[in-house]
């Protein structure tokens, strides 16, 4: 076996840096969508508030950077967010 799938193997075996964390972050930012004007309480695969902390702020910057028109209502205490405006990107 090389290297490079001894580590892929271990990586995933374990649980971390499968790219489980891409996938919840877009889930997160579709459900902002689907529940605008709505909390949506932001958690992690592997539960830890430290890891929902990193998975909230993933969410955020991934909205500041794909949709800045968008206005968000951020409630870090409890690990949420509110998509309160969503601006048209094209007319």
Not at 4 to 19: A, P, Y
Not at 48 to 65: A, F, G, Q, W
Request: hydrophobic share 35%.
């Amino acid at each position: 076996m090389k290297q490079e799938e001894l580590t892929s193997s271990i990586k995933s075996e374990f649980g971390r840096m499968t790219g489980r964390t891409t996938r919840i972050v877009d889930e997160f930012v579709q459900m902002l969508y689907k529940n605008e004007g709505k909390w949506v309480v932001i958690y992690d695969h592997f539960p830890s508030d430290n890891n929902d902390r990193i998975v909230l702020e993933k969410v955020i910057t991934r909205m500041k950077i794909e949709h800045p028109q968008d206005k968000l209502e951020i409630d870090r205490s409890r690990n949420r967010l509110k998509l309160v405006w969503c601006g048209q990107k094209d007319l």
